[in-house]
């Protein structure tokens, strides 16, 4: 897999993370088996009974409505900005348990589904 194949790959699984209840069941299980499971096209149409094409038009739009979601919410990069804010509060201040528990705080909130 190319460098950009798997940049890609993650950064799809990461904004199916944050918006997947956005989405329909449809999108959500194209979504799922294509970029988590790694099917192919051909293995998604045949669970599903229809077309690869079919398969591929509504992959590459839920990829635009994902895209969209993150342009308008910013879920997905806030949640970047903040966990390496949060790495350099913990190594500038490592001794500070204040601070330190307070980061565990925030991080467990991000991190709850």
Do not use: C, W
């Not at 699984?13 to 959500?28: S, V």
């Not at 799922?32 to 690869?52: C, H, K, P, T």
């Not at 739009?61 to 919410?73: C, D, F, S």
Request: proline share 1%.
């Amino acid at each position: 897999m190319k460098i950009m194949e798997i940049e890609k790959t993650n950064r799809m699984n990461a904004l199916f993370e944050f918006y997947a209840a956005l989405l329909t069941d449809k999108q959500m299980n194209y979504i799922e088996l294509y970029y988590a499971d790694d099917y192919s096209l051909a293995e998604i149409a045949e669970e599903f009974g229809v077309s690869r094409q079919a398969v591929y038009d509504n992959i590459k739009r839920t990829e635009k409505i994902l895209e969209t979601y993150e342009m308008k919410l910013h879920m997905y990069s806030d949640y970047i900005v903040r966990s390496e804010i949060f790495d350099e509060i913990i190594t500038k201040y490592p001794a500070d348990s204040y601070l330190q528990e307070k980061i565990s705080i925030l991080t467990s909130i991000d991190n709850r589904d």
